[in-house]
Every structure is written in structure tokens, then in C-alpha cells.
């Protein structure tokens, strides 16, 4: 799972004056002639800084989202969901373990990164700020956000960092599993009884606006990211994201009967696009800096487990080794 | 072989016990999921608690084949005097400390209980055992590892560790709880009973944390946890099945 589309510092010096042309130009090259870069290499402190911002939030996001569907493992009905949600919660946290593998590869220890989180300096996905109520709130989490990290995932999969791309290639395996996992769940709720019909159309009712949050600000309102295209660190547009998730996902929900609720929602036959309400990207912003549903539980949360468990990590710890960037 | 009816219900009486036991210890394992004090340890505490699910579906199933209701039910279903788990398993997770300890102290147990069960005269039973003992494997080398790992850490992971044991180890010795289905059970070649169970696991326990600093308790000082496979509970199990069946309590008829 992830989220977030791309959110990106402005940056003063994305064209790097102070770099060296030449290698410069010799990773511009690279990239466009379709190499990855490798840890070891030459590449700009742009370049680097935001990876591993985009790398880090990406990881969080992992973490922090295993929390709400995480609380639901000890409720879920019967043995085949049961065992099924907790392997996909076990996915998400061993994506968070690759993931900071790889922004570690950057320079960053995942203590740091952790510590940045706990703090509050780095962000994750705005879509787990909001609570899973009820049984159903799990089954469309599961379907629709990681359909639509999936195309955020698959598309980042092909970028320009060797690291990245590949733990983006064995998440994207595992979540294609928990989307048909989602969208069984969710079947099986909105074809079974009046009640669980009920709950699944509530869960899509109070999910859909982070679902159209989750792939980022308009392209109208967000950073411009040239270079960042440039470099294959952004590899898509967030609308653009946004418009391929409506066409592949909106069509699945109408086949359920279920009802989407934006009165707005339609193909566009001239443009061949999706119109839909402007998502309130007031909300967005005021919940990714703080002040939605969750941000204060699942951090409270996420800085409990890290309490609780210091003792353990500590004693692992022996003081003859040292901290040392892993490879890849 | 055939059974006679007592013989039946003993050999329902020993699935009973030991799948209520990984039933409720795999559910209280799996509260640690994106919890755990780092996430490798996290993802490996997640595996082995669906590893637990997983068994105590399949000793259901084993109860299904006899004639009892299908596992959802049986797990879903029961209220908490019908369960025969140990009030060992019942214990909120606690700390880490805790939690690692009930996971050796349980899964060395786990592991001898079914290597002896692969010799059931009981063919569905040995055939599920054996099946169990390639996964159990890595549940003890885990736990084995942890536990000698984090005694030799330093002092206060060391205290933590022997304040955990003095806890669990009482605990640990209501899983031997002596019921009246171990003599037909030892008799019809099912299951070698409780007692000698016990001996082989205080073996294994003493062998292994002689290698570390920690001391076993003296077991005359204390009160061992039995009760649990008289149906008689701890004060943790009904809210853990009131938790565990609330979704599907919404309708135990529809299918989910």
C-alpha cells in the first residue's frame, strides 16, 4: 500500500548550478538512455534529497497504514479473512522494510527515518489519517487504496533509482494480491445481506474523498516538477494517475450496484476524460499537516511501539559494530 | 482402528484442547502486527501467528471429519465456558518480554506435543502432526534464538527476560493440565498423555536456558495455571472472543 502522489518540496536549485556540468550531464544521459542509477554512483544532492524524502514518506506510509486495518485483524469473520488480513498487514510492514532498506542506500539510517516520523518532520499518506469503522471500511481500503497505489507503484517501478524500482517490483506482485483480496471482500459484501450491503456502501460513502485525495494535489495547484520528471524521480501526473484510476476502478464499482457518492462523476465523451467534483484540497492540506481524524492516534501509537520496544533494539546492539549504508 | 465412543470423545477432547490453544495464543500473537519492537521481528511474530490460525483450523477440520460443526463455527461459536484452551494462551500480550517468553515456553511444548502425536494411532491426527513439524521448526529456532539473544543482551534486558519467566513459567505448566481423557488416550496408542509431555518439555527448558543467566522458578512456590481445560477461564478470554466475534456476530449466517 502507499499513497500520496507526489508531494514535493519547492526547491531552489532543482537545476543545480552548483553541480558539475559534466556529470551532470552524464547522469542526465544515463537516465535518458534508460540506466539505473546504482547507491555508488554520482548523482546530484537534488536527486538525492528528494528520493529519499519520496523513498522515506513511502515507507511511513507503509507503517503508519498498517494501523487501521491492523486493528481489524482481531475481528475479522472467520478463518479464511482472518488469515488473509493478517498477511496482507505482514505485507505492508515488510514493504516498509524494503523500502527503508532502499532509502538507507541514500545515506539515511532507518532510525533517523523513524525518528523523523515519530516527530512529526516527515510525512506519510494522508489517506490513513482517517479511521476504518466499521468490517467494511477494510475490505474497500483494501481494494481501492491499494488499486491505486498500485498505479502509483507500477508507474514509480520504472523510474531512474536501481534500489527503489526493485523493491517497487516485489511490492507491486504482493499488492496486486491484496487488490483481489479487497475486491473479494468487497464483493462478498455488497452481493450478501441488507445489512452488509448497507455497511460496504457506508465504507465507499466515507472513503471516496481520500480516495481522490490519495493521488496528490491537482496538477493546477502542485509544485512544478521538470527536473524531477526529468530525472525519473516523478513519473507520472497526479490527475493523470487520478483519470487512470477512475476509468479502470468506477466501471468495477457500478457493476456492484454500489453508488459513488459525486453526483459530478461522468466520462466526459468530448474529452474522453473523467469529470468529477474538485476534491476540497483545503481538507488535504489541513489533514496532511496534522489536524485530521487519526494524525494524532497513529502517531501516538507509532511512538508507543517505538517506546516499548527500545529496550529490545538496545540490546541488540553491540559496541564494536558500526552503522554501515547497505548496498542495495 | 476403532474407537470406541469414550475413546472418540478422549481424542475430542485432546483436539479440542490444543486447537482452543492456538486459536486464542495465534490471535493474541497477531495484536503484535505493526506493533513489534523492530519490523523484522514484526513480520516474523505476524508469520507464526497465522501459522497458529492455521493449525487450529486444521484440528477443527479434524473435529469436522468426526462429526462436530465446521471450523468457523467451532471457533466463532463457542462461548467461552465450551473452550478448553489454557488460561496460559489467554494472557493479554503484555510486554515483549512476556509475549517472547509465552512464545518459547508454548512452542517448545508445541513442537514435542506434535512430534510425539506423528506416532498417533490416530491417522488423521499423526498425518496433520507430521504436517505441523516442518513449520514448528522454525518457531523454536526463532524463539530459541530470541531468548538467548536477549538474556546475554544486557542487565535490563536480562531482568526483563527473568521477570517475564518467573511470570510465565507457572503459567506454561497449566499447558500439562492433567484431564481424565489421558488414560484411554495413552491406552489406545492416541497421544502419550500430558505427564509424559511435561517431562520432555522441562527437559528441553532447562537444556536450553542453561545457556543463558536466567533461573526457572521454584516450582513449589508456586500456583500452577490449571483450570482452563475444565472450561474454568481467566478474566481475559471472554473479552478476547467478545472481540473476536464481533464482526461475525453481526450475522453468523451470512457469508463473509
Do not use: C, T
Given at each position: 500500500m502507499y499513497g500520496g502522489g507526489y508531494i514535493f518540496e519547492e526547491s531552489k536549485n532543482t537545476e543545480s548550478g552548483t553541480e558539475d556540468s559534466v556529470k551532470l550531464k552524464n547522469f542526465e544521459d544515463r537516465i535518458a538512455a534508460g540506466e539505473?542509477?546504482?547507491?555508488?554512483?554520482?548523482?546530484?544532492?537534488?536527486?538525492?534529497?528528494?528520493?529519499?524524502?519520496?523513498?522515506?514518506?513511502?515507507?511511513?506510509?507503509?507503517?503508519?497504514?498498517?494501523?487501521?486495518?491492523g486493528t481489524w485483524i482481531t475481528r475479522a469473520p472467520g478463518f479464511r479473512r482472518k488469515l488473509a488480513l493478517m498477511a496482507k498487514v505482514q505485507d505492508e510492514v515488510g514493504h516498509a522494510q524494503l523500502l527503508y532498506s532502499a532509502a538507507e542506500t541514500l545515506g539515511k539510517p532507518r532510525e533517523d527515518m523513524i525518528n523523523d516520523l515519530i516527530t512529526g518532520k516527515s510525512k506519510y499518506s494522508n489517506v490513513f489519517n482517517y479511521p476504518a469503522v466499521t468490517w467494511a471500511d477494510t475490505a474497500v481500503i483494501a481494494w481501492l487504496i491499494d488499486a491505486g497505489a498500485i498505479i502509483n507503484q507500477v508507474a514509480n517501478s520504472k523510474g531512474s533509482y536501481g534500489p527503489y524500482c526493485r523493491a517497487l517490483e516485489r511490492i507491486c506482485v504482493e499488492e496486486s494480491f491484496h487488490l483481489k483480496y479487497g475486491h473479494d471482500n468487497v464483493v462478498f459484501l455488497a452481493t450478501g445481506t441488507p445489512k452488509q450491503r448497507e455497511m460496504v456502501q457506508e465504507a465507499l460513502n466515507r472513503w471516496w474523498p481520500p480516495i481522490m485525495h490519495f493521488f496528490g494535489p491537482s496538477d493546477k495547484i502542485s509544485v512544478h516538477t521538470e527536473t524531477l520528471m526529468r530525472w525519473k524521480v516523478k513519473m507520472a501526473s497526479n490527475d493523470d494517475m487520478r483519470q487512470k484510476f477512475l476509468d479502470m476502478y468506477v466501471p468495477k464499482i457500478w457493476e456492484l450496484k454500489l453508488t459513488i457518492p459525486d453526483p459530478k462523476l461522468k466520462k466526459n465523451e468530448e474529452t474522453g476524460k473523467w469529470d468529477y467534483t474538485e476534491p476540497d484540497w483545503d481538507e488535504f492540506k489541513r489533514v496532511i499537516n496534522g489536524d485530521g481524524p487519526c494524525n494524532k492516534e497513529r502517531l501516538a501509537v507509532r511512538r508507543r511501539a517505538e517506546e516499548k520496544g527500545e529496550w529490545v533494539r538496545k540490546a541488540l546492539m553491540r559496541p564494536d559494530e558500526r552503522y554501515t549504508v547497505p548496498l542495495s | 482402528m476403532n474407537y470406541s465412543d469414550a475413546q472418540i470423545s478422549a481424542i475430542k477432547d485432546l483436539i479440542f484442547r490444543m486447537a482452543d490453544d492456538q486459536l486464542i495464543l495465534g490471535h493474541r500473537n497477531s495484536e503484535w502486527t505493526g506493533l513489534g519492537p523492530i519490523l523484522e521481528e514484526d513480520i516474523a511474530f505476524s508469520s507464526m501467528a497465522q501459522d497458529k490460525l492455521g493449525h487450529a483450523q486444521a484440528l477443527y477440520q479434524i473435529l469436522h471429519r468426526m462429526g462436530e460443526a465446521d471450523p468457523d463455527s467451532l471457533a466463532f461459536g463457542r462461548k467461552e465456558d465450551k473452550m478448553r484452551c489454557c488460561h496460559f494462551v489467554e494472557y493479554p500480550i503484555g510486554e515483549y518480554s512476556f509475549s517472547l517468553m509465552r512464545h518459547f515456553l508454548f512452542d517448545e511444548s508445541e513442537s514435542l506435543r506434535f512430534d510425539m502425536l506423528g506416532n498417533s494411532s490416530f491417522e488423521d491426527l499423526s498425518n496433520t502432526a507430521r504436517k505441523f513439524r516442518g513449520e514448528l521448526k522454525y518457531h523454536t529456532m526463532h524463539a530459541e534464538t530470541w531468548i538467548k539473544q536477549l538474556s546475554n543482551g544486557n542487565d535490563e534486558s536480562r531482568i526483563r527476560m527473568q521477570n517475564a519467566l518467573n511470570i510465565c513459567y507457572p503459567l506454561a505448566l497449566g499447558l500439562f493440565e492433567p484431564c481424565e481423557s489421558d488414560e484411554m488416550l495413552i491406552e489406545s496408542g492416541v497421544f502419550p498423555g500430558e505427564k509424559a509431555l511435561q517431562e520432555k518439555w522441562s527437559g528441553k527448558i532447562n537444556m536450553i536456558l542453561s545457556k543463558t543467566d536466567l533461573k526457572i522458578p521454584d516450582v513449589n512456590d508456586i500456583k500452577i495455571g490449571y483450570g482452563g481445560r475444565k472450561g474454568i477461564h481467566t478474566e481475559y478470554l471472554k473479552p478476547l472472543l467478545d472481540e473476536m466475534t464481533e464482526v461475525y456476530n453481526i450475522d453468523p449466517h451470512a457469508e463473509w
Open positions: 539505473k542509477i546504482e547507491p555508488a554512483d554520482w548523482m546530484p544532492a537534488e536527486y538525492r534529497k528528494q528520493l529519499i524524502r519520496m523513498i522515506e514518506q513511502h515507507a511511513h506510509s507503509e507503517i503508519i497504514g498498517a494501523l487501521p486495518e | -
